[in-house]
DNA sequence: TTGTAAGCGTTATCAA
DNA sequence: TTGATAACGCTTACAA
């Protein structure tokens, strides 16, 4: 029952059980070869002796970690103000959890790193199947994974950036369609958004598709790409609100920016939303305490680790995911927007 | 070079370089007992068969994971929206990275299941270490420590919380000392704080400290508990705020209770910091966003992840580290604290 | 300096 | 139903 001090092993509460260690291995395992008096007997034992299975051992034996990998960029000061990585992780863990098996994280410094890093997790046997999380464009890990098909992998990403990977797809571009429609319909004809890092696959996605939804509606639009920090969301902004005519609307990539922004019209006077219509791409505690409270593209990313870990799970055991969809975005509508200046209509 | 499809083995290359494999191991390992000669061609033949280590195998022959535990609870909510977590999480990661280290990371869903993770740990040898964070008053978890005095740990709390056990301390007694006498010199009389939950260790420590610094300067305290949301620290303030005479300051013990507290202030139609000073305990871009910004205990939580990790390889190694400080708080005074109101000053 | 062989703690095969 | 015994891939003591 207590921990012992000395490791147990298999021999250990064979030798107990008077059985030989295989017959232990079989009765723990609950698989058939054993007599129902002779497992109960070893269970027994074992559980007296406070017996656990040597990872390493097992995960020799069986060429089976039961972990997952995920590497984190580093950059601080964005993975702790952005909620997104965290609420990922919340429910990886969570569903991980269900299934006995951990998550295990590395940090890369830059992005030859992370694929460094991926490609030594392939080497070592380290995890039984990795996540891919802000792919680029024509980034090399889709490259090694197709080249060592027999790791798995799950990328979070739109489905035209995983070249046929197995994916857990969000539509961004309809939530473009939501977040540009929403603006029309109040009036604006002169947005602005504040996007990530170019390279990122999603900002891609998502900049062909404010490009194409704005055009169709005859809107003015306008893109200034950051590294998703507050401070570089914040300069973004005061470019933008610096040079007239100004935009109407700001769309942000993520909350802290839209947070920062809303913040740099207030310094500049710029009245929120009479004069300037604020949305935030993913929402957050942030978004609702913000004043005005800020509208954002809301979607579950807790659910989506759940769904992530289920998926990578289904692929250590061999089975075809394909592409499955994400929960869909939904717009929670907040003070931060409101109808075009008058005088700025179309 | 490029990646493998079927592992190669030690055995592969002690082949096709005419060696044993003890030769190869010495050679990889930098170990003496091979001569140059063939410790050069061992690397060779290594590099272009792509060979790595198997991560389980090294596990298994020298009981060494190259792991590093650390449990989260599981609280989404809390998690993705107080950076704390995250921060210190991208500190260890980046530590633990430059010593070919891996974090291992686990979700408990209630505070058995924390105690039962590691005793896990502890039993299957999956971790090298592991990081103790939370510690409540009298916890489980430092029992089931001192019991395995093999499985090195390092709490990271008050050091009077820890029993002895390797301990990476705050000095929060300190803290409280700068907040109350900022609160104090503004001419602050009757201060409220909004807690986390009771049963965690500082905000025991910190209700201690509070106490005796108002005591000592004669300022009416009075203190509520909650479970760290955002929710909860709106709830409190609009409690603290709807009895009069109300207090003239409140400390949140998060950023983002903080935040929350002072939308309650505005829904309200309490100015801050005119009718009241808030503060925040630990420091983040929320704090900086908001209006008025707010004024918070700022601490570099990043440098606590180092110096936490460094400190757990070093018990790994054997060393004894005893308790170590971590960097100071420093206050941040932001716009949220002024004088108190006229009326109500001493 | 080199090679043989015995662990490490499991799982899994194969006779008995 | 059982119990030897051989993997799994590495480290390391011991012999050559």
Same mark, same amino acid.
């Given at each position: ?161 995983? #070249?046929?990977?197995?994916? $857990?797809?969000?539509? *961004?571009?309809?939530? =473009? @369609? ?5 603006? %029309?319909? +109040? ?120 769904? #992530?870990?289920?998926?990578? $799970?289904?692929?250590? *055991?061999?089975?075809? =995911? @394909? ?5 869909? %975005?939904? +717009? ?15």
């Amino acid at each position: 029952m207590a921990a012992q001090k000395s490791k147990v092993t298999i021999f250990d509460v064979a030798k107990a059980s008077g059985v030989s260690s295989s017959a232990v291995s079989y009765a723990l395992n609950g698989k058939p070869g054993v007599s129902e008096a002779t497992r109960a007997k070893v269970l027994e034992v074992a559980r007296e002796l406070g017996w656990k299975p040597n990872g390493a051992a097992q995960s020799l034996a069986q060429s089976k970690t039961r972990r997952i990998g995920l590497v984190l960029g580093y950059d601080p000061q964005l993975l702790a103000v952005e909620p997104y990585m965290m609420s990922l992780i919340s429910g990886l863990g969570a569903e991980l959890e269900r299934k006995d098996y951990s998550l295990l994280v590395r940090m890369s410094m830059d992005h030859d790193d992370e694929d460094a890093i991926i490609e030594d997790w392939i080497a070592t046997s380290n995890v039984d199947a990795m996540l891919l999380l802000n792919l680029e464009i024509g980034d090399d890990r889709i490259e090694t994974m197709k080249q060592n098909p027999q790791m798995p992998v799950l990328a979070v990403a739109d489905a035209s950036l995983t #070249a046929g990977l197995p994916t $857990l797809a969000s539509d *961004d571009a309809a939530a =473009v @369609g939501l977040a540009v429609r929403h603006l %029309y319909d +109040l009036g604006h004809r002169s947005i602005a958004r504040v996007a990530g890092p170019e390279e990122l696959g999603h900002s891609y996605i998502r900049d062909a598709a404010f490009s194409e939804a704005t055009t169709e509606l005859g809107i003015r639009y306008r893109c200034l790409h950051t590294d998703y920090t507050p401070a570089s969301g914040a300069g973004a902004t005061r470019r933008l609100l610096s040079v007239n005519p100004r935009p109407t609307a700001i769309i942000y990539d993520n909350d802290v920016m839209a947070l920062a922004g809303e913040s740099v019209a207030a310094v500049l006077g710029v009245h929120v939303p009479s004069e300037l219509s604020i949305m935030s791409w993913d929402d957050s505690f942030m978004c609702e305490a913000a004043h005005p409270g800020i509208t954002a593209l809301n979607r579950d990313i807790v659910r989506s680790g759940h769904m #992530a870990a289920s998926l990578m $799970l289904k692929l250590i *055991d061999g089975e075809d =995911v @394909g592409v499955v969809e994400e929960p869909p %975005y939904v +717009l929670k509508v907040r003070e931060s927007t409101g109808p075009a200046p008058a005088d700025r209509q179309a």
